[in-house]
């Protein structure tokens, strides 16, 4: 199998590219709000951390916070938002998650967004992110369903779009029941989820970020009063380890 690492890093370090979808970036932060309304953390794990726009908001209600990413840009775009006042609570690591030595049991929140499709192993990903969660400590996780019609649908127009740009990088696609069975023999249990779909295909361009989000949020509501959830193949995770 060939070693995604390294593509990956040279991908998200052109932050213009992944910022370009900061519609989706937004949903996906408001999404997480709505998933820890109410708590307190001591230890959270923002992995792949990107430029901190979902966990750096959290800094108010948890001890400390770490965030992991391979692309530099990314971590440094993140440390210019952190307020000076967390700064001493806040480590930053530019790293390969694999390739640190983390604590198992020791973080009370993972948040694990745009990962999964990224990764050499999904399977071995879910395994090491369950094995660091503390007994009843909360994930957020993300993903997009391949069992899906949409992603169907993706899959052929990125087939495609491929073939005409020459481009051979392939995302992994994971299967939610798949995703689902793996983190319960981890001793995981789903508490709630929100989806909706995040790709335009090959009408992304004739909308602007704010119209996208509008339509998003018109079709499938939000993580608080969703709609449609049948027809959405992005999920949004909240699993919860059992004690």
């Known amino acids: 199998m060939a070693d995604k690492s390294k593509v990956v890093k040279e991908l998200f370090e052109n932050t213009a590219l992944y910022l370009t979808y900061d519609y989706n970036l937004q949903i996906r932060k408001e999404t997480v709000d709505v998933f820890t309304s109410g708590m307190n953390f001591v230890n959270v794990l923002d992995v792949p951390a990107g430029t901190g726009a979902i966990s750096i908001p959290l800094l108010s209600k948890t001890e400390k916070l770490t965030l992991i990413d391979v692309a530099s840009n990314m971590l440094a775009i993140a440390k210019k938002s952190i307020p000076e006042n967390y ?8 790293a390969d998650l694999f390739k640190l030595s983390l604590p198992e049991n020791s973080y009370d929140l993972i948040v694990c967004l745009g990962l999964l499709a990224h990764v050499n192993s999904p399977e071995q990903l879910l395994t090491k992110i369950a ?11 993300q993903n997009t369903d ?5 992603s169907y649908c993706i899959r052929f127009y990125l087939w495609f779009k491929n073939i005409i740009r020459k481009q051979s990088y392939q995302l992994n696609w994971v299967q939610a029941g798949f995703l689902e069975k793996k983190l319960r023999d981890n001793n995981l249990e789903l508490i709630q989820s929100y989806r909706y779909n995040q790709s335009f295909l090959g009408f992304s361009n004739l909308f602007s970020n704010e119209k996208k989000y509008s339509l998003t949020r018109k079709f499938f509501g939000d993580a608080t009063n969703p709609k449609n959830q049948s027809l959405g193949s992005d999920y949004t995770y909240l699993f919860k380890k059992k004690s």
Do not use: F, Q, W
């Not at 094995?131 to 996780?141: A, E, Q, R, V, Y």
């Not at 391949?146 to 949409?150: F, K, M, P």
């Open 131 to 141: 094995s660091l969660l503390k007994p009843d400590g909360i994930l957020i996780i």
């Open 87 to 94: 700064l001493a609570k806040t480590e930053i690591i530019n």
């Open 146 to 150: 391949a069992s899906h019609i949409y």
